[in-house]
């Protein structure tokens, strides 16, 4: 301005002096213009949130957090991270984590204690099953050095994946107060170590268990009769079965079926390596928890019957012989099948020692 | 105490990635490891959205909840972190977290994962000294007082960290100043009757 003023009065300008406030003028006014617009601005959008709305980019809408909260992830959609195929939320998360922390960790244990303590009041007030007639010294075989070791085997590995897996759900509540960091980081890094590497080898043996033991597995009419006199506890008759009874045959079949399941919902978590996503692998630890946890409670009960609770049983297992008392008593469809090729103690031991290789297949269908 | 929080307003976020680089560069995160995304939602459409995602470190963690060894622990500022001392690299935590923060090196046969990673809210984590602490989990700018360096670098102040308080009273602001009628809350058909942005108005 003091520029203006003190040009003005000067008279007549030079046509070089004229240029220069022409130049002068216009900065001057586009200035002015430039200046008043940005105020103007400001005051409508202060005065017109509406009006600053048509302009501005859209804000983001409720529909567009509803697209975030279902996972959604159309070709649109990009993320950062390199190989990630993740939503922005992942949804069943805490659907997993209701069911596994509220539903299946309670009531596993419950399952799991809740028949160790009905197996222990059975075997206080009903005890073990005595063989009712006197041994007769002869023996007949039930179980050959091949599906015993077998047996054995998947029963071992049966046991330290159920101990690994209860260690991996409920460890923390008991281990790691009572142990303390140092101890618990190793005894849980191990226990996790030993139940995904001896997971898929117990998978492998348990099919072929499952595939040598069919044939004693079908189940027949009698087995049903065998169920509804309770395995003959109700009635004073002695039930029929042949060389498989109603509840082992039972057993079979769980293992044939929950078993196989674990074993495959176990190596879809075992093996990550295969690209499977987070949501398919909450299911799979749904069904691998839910399963295991069935089969160690039933477990419970077959190692009792097998060993405890029954006169006789588990001499079948480790030695491969069972008396004839035993044989008549428990599988007697099978003793008249067998019952002309008993042996005496002696005739065993012979065989024993002689490798075994010579042990008849004891496998008859019945 | 504080209780520290993430939180990235979708307006403003224009998915520059800055953020997602300076937790790489102030973290020394390992190869192949993003402990934040960015993710876009509608690529190139009219509602396009972006928003920065790390580890939001949750009231209630379901990460905590989850974990078979009970590796997470939560600080006096609430922040969740983990001792990669006792993680054993289940993948427990990934199946349970709403926003796919934890990470892990491997992803092998046999479960092998190796020790998971996440955003500590640039806090570190459990170690006996503080080289070995950077190691394990990069940098711990909360001791030296300092915001984590996502938020700190975010060009735009898409991405908001601090205390719980402090960052909703921002966001309050930023609502009230965009006039939205409804506050944050467009086309919410609870809005006009909750009043948002009028109690947001007298709030900030």
Known sequence: MNLLTAQAPGGVPSSGKGLALGIWRFILVALALVLSLGFTQVAVAQADPDREMTTAAPGITADQWRQVRSGETGPNYRDSRYESDYSLINSSGETWREIRNRWVSPFGLIAVFGMAALIALFYFIVGRKELEAPRTGRLLLRWTLMKRALHWTVATLFIILALTGMTLLFGKFVFRPLFGDGIWAWMIAATKVLHNYLGPIFGILLVILLVSLIKENIPKKHDWVWFKKGGGMIGKKHVDAGFANGGEKAWYWILATVGILVIASGFVLDFPNFNQGRDTMQWANIIHAVGALGLTAISLGHIYIGTLGTEGALEGMTTGYVDETWAKEHHNLWYDEVKDQTLSEEEVAARKSSGGSSEPSATRTS | ?204
């Open chain 2, 1 to 204: 105490m504080a209780q520290m929080k993430f939180m990235c307003d979708a307006e403003r976020c224009i998915e520059c990635n800055g953020c997602v680089t300076a937790c790489k560069n102030a973290n020394d995160v390992e190869w192949g490891i993003q402990r934040r995304r960015v993710v876009t939602l509608n690529d190139g459409e009219a509602d396009e959205m972006s928003i920065s995602v790390a580890c939001m470190h949750c009231d209630d963690a379901p990460c905590m909840a989850v974990c078979p060894t009970d590796c997470f622990y939560k600080t006096d500022d609430g922040i969740v972190l983990h001792d990669k001392d006792l993680c054993i690299g289940c993948g427990y935590c990934l199946y349970a977290c709403p926003f796919g923060a934890p990470q892990f090196p491997q992803q092998d046969a046999f479960g092998e994962r190796g020790k998971m990673d996440k955003c500590t809210f640039c806090a570190g984590g459990p170690a006996e000294s503080k080289e070995e602490e950077y190691e394990k989990y990069g940098s711990n700018r909360i001791a030296e007082g300092k915001l984590p360096l996502c938020a700190e670098m975010c060009s735009t102040k898409a991405l908001l960290a601090g205390d719980a308080q402090d960052v909703a009273d921002i966001f309050r602001q930023r609502v009230v100043h965009r006039g939205h009628k409804d506050g944050a809350w467009s086309n919410n058909p609870q809005a006009s009757a909750d009043n948002l942005a009028y109690d947001a108005a007298h709030k900030g």
